[in-house]
């Protein structure tokens, strides 16, 4: 649903807010390479994270490649931070952006793509995009 490519079409379902997470018991030392846990390649949050890193020179390696479910695990674990959607983060992560004087990622758009035009389809699809407007507006 995340629009990580070039595309222009798709319906924008509403902002993503991020920060750096980490579990409680993370340690991270300044001068050190900062782990991180993030998802593979293509991603656009995992390209933004990286480069906003390196713009302010913070050395990083990558401990965890993976879908959310393993860059989560990664995170409960205390192997690494990760630029993570806030609306995800759960009480047991701790958003680390201040402690370890790492940069403000940016909100990216969640965009809805879908070539499918079927009734059905059309109909879920609808269904979707007034539940995260319904989200909007609450919060």
């Known amino acids: 649903m995340r629009s990580d490519d070039d595309r222009r079409d798709g319906e924008v379902l509403g902002p993503e807010h991020f920060g750096w997470f980490a579990s409680a018991d993370f340690e991270h030392r300044v001068g050190e390479s900062l782990r991180l846990a993030s ?3 293509c991603c656009n949050v995992r390209e933004v994270a990286m480069r906003l890193l390196d713009g302010v ?8 490649v993976g879908t959310t479910p393993a860059v989560t695990a990664a995170l409960f674990a205390g192997l690494a931070a990760a630029a993570f959607p806030r609306r995800l983060a759960t009480p047991d992560m701790v958003e680390v952006s201040h402690k370890f004087g790492l940069p403000e990622i940016p909100s990216l758009s969640i965009i809805l793509h879908s070539s499918l035009t079927d009734a059905r389809t059309r109909e879920t699809l609808r269904a979707i995009t007034a539940a995260f407007s319904e989200h909007r507006r609450l919060s």
């Open 39 to 41: 998802h593979p390649p």
């Open 57 to 64: 020179q913070i050395p990083w390696t990558e401990v965890c």
